[in-house]
């Protein structure tokens, strides 16, 4: 099913809610255990591109490999 961005939603129940809490703890974790500055905006990029995964539903390489989590019926 297409979103509002026009992006077929291929990410779906427990994958949707595992990218959002693991975007969210790669997010938080690195700067509250005193990771350096470089590794922490390293890790939290990539848990800022995983937590907009999430909350779009929708995942670039799902798509390229033809995968999809999300339910026909949604």
């Not at 994958?15 to 700067?31: F, H, S």
């Not at 591109?49 to 390229?64: A, E, K, M, N, T």
């Amino acid at each position: 099913m297409a979103g509002k961005a026009g992006l077929v939603q291929n990410v779906g129940g427990i994958d949707r809610v595992l990218r959002i809490v693991l975007g969210i703890v790669l997010v938080i974790l690195p700067p509250w255990l005193g990771w350096s500055p470089w590794a922490a905006a390293i890790v939290a990029a990539v848990g800022g591109i995983v937590f907009f995964q999430g909350v779009v539903r929708h995942c670039p390489l799902y798509s390229r490999l033809g995968v999809s989590t999300a339910s026909d019926a949604q």
